[in-house]
C-alpha cells in the first residue's frame, strides 16, 4: 500500500492523494484482478467509461449531481468509493476486471510507447516501477521556478491573463480564503455553488504561488514554420498554424506564466482560472493534480517546464455532444480527463501509452479516446483505448471524491497501471495523469 498525503476531507475523513495509489499488482507485472489492494479501500474506478467501460456513449444514472455528498458510495467507510467499484472481477460486467477495486475495461490490443521527442513509437514495454512506489512524504530540500504556457485545450482564445496557482498536497483540499467561513474546509459544503467559489478562490500559504499568464507578444508573427519544429522556430506561447494548402506561420495563441519558489519531490495541484467577470463563462476552472516536478530533471538553474491547461466552454460543449450525453455536462457537475504515460526514469521522461483503458468509482455519463493527430481534440465515440498519446476524457462526472484507475496488456498479460484518488470540485475540470507524473498535459 502506497503512502498518502492526508489533508481533512470532511466531518473526519482522511482525502488521501496518493502520487501512486497502490494497485493490487507489482509494477510492471500482471494484475490480480480479483484481489482488492490491501488496506486501499476502494481503488479508482472506470474514470473513462459511463458505465461499462467498453465504449464512449455509454450513459449512467445518477450522474445529475445535486449535492456533495451524493458522489460516491463510501457507506464502506471510504470516500472514494463508487458505483463502479468492486472487490472481484465477478462482480464486473463482461470484458471488464476488478482493478484496484475499480470495474475497467480490459483492452484487447498490446500496450505501444510513444517517445514524445518525435512521436515515433519505441518497441519496449512500458516502465511502470511507479505504480507502486510511495512518493517522498516530505518536499525535496530544493525548490524550483516552474514555467511554461497556458495551454488550451480545444480552440478557444489566447490564454492570457489565467490566474495559475500552485499548492502542495498538504494544503489540498484547500479551505475558504475570507470572510465569514474563513479556514473552513471547502468539501464541507453541501451548497454545490458555495463549494464552486471556495475551490475556485482558496489562497495557497504562499503568495508568490498565484501568477497571472502574459501575452507572448508578437515578434515571430507571421513566421513560416513547420509544426513539428514550432517551439523552436516560434519560440513559446505561438503555434505554427495553417495558413494555407502548402504554407504554415507562427500565431500567439497562449499565455506564459513562471512560478518561483516551488517544493520539489513532492505532489502538487495546479489550478488554473479566470478573475475577468466577462470571461467566466467562457472558461472551465482546471485542476491538474498530483503534478510532481522532480529535482533530477531540473534544468539549469533550477527550472521546470510544465504547461498549465485550460478548457473553452465551446468545448466543455462539444465533446459531451461527440458522445452522445443528453443535455451536456448537468449543471454542477464536472469532467476528467489527462494522458496515460509510463514511469519516468533517469535518462528520459514518460512515455505516452497507447491502448490504455481507464475507469472511475464514480462514473461519467461517458468516456472517450482520441485518434492519433494531436490537433484534433474531438474524441471518437467507437474508440475503447488510448490513442498513441495517452489521452483520454471522462464527461458529466459528479462533484467529489473519486478514483481513476488505469490497465493495459503487456506481453500478452492484463497490467494494472494504479490508481490516484480526486475530488472534482462542481463545474469543473481536473486533469490526471497515470501512473507518470511528469508531465501532466504535456505530450
Known amino acids: 500500500m502506497s503512502v498518502r498525503y492526508l489533508a481533512v476531507l470532511g466531518a473526519g475523513v482522511a482525502f488521501s492523494m496518493a502520487a501512486c495509489s497502490g494497485a493490487s499488482t507489482t509494477a510492471g507485472q500482471p494484475a490480480a484482478a480479483d484481489t482488492a489492494s490491501g488496506g486501499d479501500a476502494a481503488e479508482p474506478t472506470d474514470g473513462s467509461d459511463g458505465t461499462d467501460g467498453t ?38 460486467k463482461a470484458g471488464q ?3 484496484g477495486n475499480v470495474c475497467v475495461a480490459e ?33 525535496g530540500a530544493e525548490t524550483a521556478t516552474i514555467y511554461g504556457i497556458v495551454d488550451r485545450f480545444g480552440d478557444g482564445r489566447k490564454t492570457i491573463d489565467i490566474e495559475v496557482s500552485v499548492f502542495p498536497a498538504s494544503e489540498w483540499p484547500p479551505k475558504w480564503a475570507d470572510g465569514d467561513k474563513a479556514g473552513q474546509p471547502c468539501v464541507d459544503e453541501t451548497d454545490l455553488a458555495a463549494m464552486h467559489t471556495c475551490f475556485n478562490t482558496a489562497k495557497p500559504s504562499n503568495p508568490k504561488w498565484v501568477v497571472k499568464s502574459t501575452d507572448p507578444g508578437t515578434e515571430k508573427e507571421g513566421t513560416e514554420c513547420a509544426f513539428l519544429e514550432q517551439l523552436e522556430t516560434c519560440g513559446a506561447g505561438y503555434e505554427c498554424i495553417e495558413v494555407s494548402s502548402i504554407v504554415m506561420e507562427c500565431e ?25 467577470p466577462l470571461l467566466q463563462k467562457k472558461w472551465k476552472d482546471t485542476y491538474a493534480y498530483n503534478t510532481i516536478v522532480l529535482s533530477e530533471h ?9 504547461n498549465a491547461l485550460m478548457v473553452s466552454d465551446g468545448q466543455w460543449a462539444t465533446i459531451p455532444n461527440t ?10 457537475n464536472g469532467a476528467v480527463g489527462g494522458r496515460v504515460r509510463d514511469c519516468p526514469s533517469a535518462g528520459r521522461r514518460g512515455y505516452t501509452l497507447k491502448e490504455a483503458a481507464v475507469g472511475l468509482a464514480t462514473p461519467g455519463s461517458a468516456t472517450g479516446y482520441f485518434n492519433d493527430n494531436e490537433l484534433d481534440t474531438v474524441p471518437l465515440r467507437d474508440r475503447k483505448a488510448t490513442d498513441r498519446y495517452g489521452r483520454f476524457t471522462i464527461v458529466d462526472v459528479k462533484a467529489g471524491p473519486n478514483r481513476l484507475a488505469g490497465v493495459v496488456r503487456s506481453g500478452g498479460a492484463v497490467t494494472s497501471l ?13 486533469v490526471l495523469t497515470l501512473p507518470g507524473k511528469l508531465p501532466i498535459f504535456n505530450k
Open 107 to 139: 483492452p484487447a490490443d498490446e500496450v505501444r510507447l510513444t517517445d514524445n521527442a518525435t512521436d515515433n513509437f519505441v518497441e519496449e514495454p512500458p516502465n511502470l516501477d511507479c505504480v507502486d512506489a510511495a512518493p517522498a512524504d516530505v518536499p
Open 418 to 430: 494504479g490508481s490516484e484518488e480526486f475530488f472534482l470540485p462542481p463545474n469543473s475540470l481536473v
Open 97 to 99: 476486471g476488478c482493478h
Open 252 to 276: 500567439p495563441s497562449f499565455g506564459l506564466y513562471e512560478v518561483p519558489e516551488v517544493p520539489t519531490d513532492t505532489p502538487l495541484v495546479v489550478r488554473s482560472v479566470t478573475r475577468d
Open 323 to 332: 458522445l452522445q450525453v443528453p443535455g451536456g455536462i448537468k449543471k454542477n
Open 298 to 306: 531540473l534544468e539549469e538553474g533550477g527550472r521546470f517546464r510544465l
Open 55 to 92: 465504449d464512449g456513449t455509454d450513459a449512467t444514472d445518477g450522474t445529475d449531481a445535486t449535492d456533495a455528498t451524493d458522489a460516491g458510495d463510501s457507506s464502506d467507510g471510504d470516500p472514494f468509493a463508487g458505483n463502479n467499484s468492486c472487490a472481484t472481477s465477478g462482480e464486473c
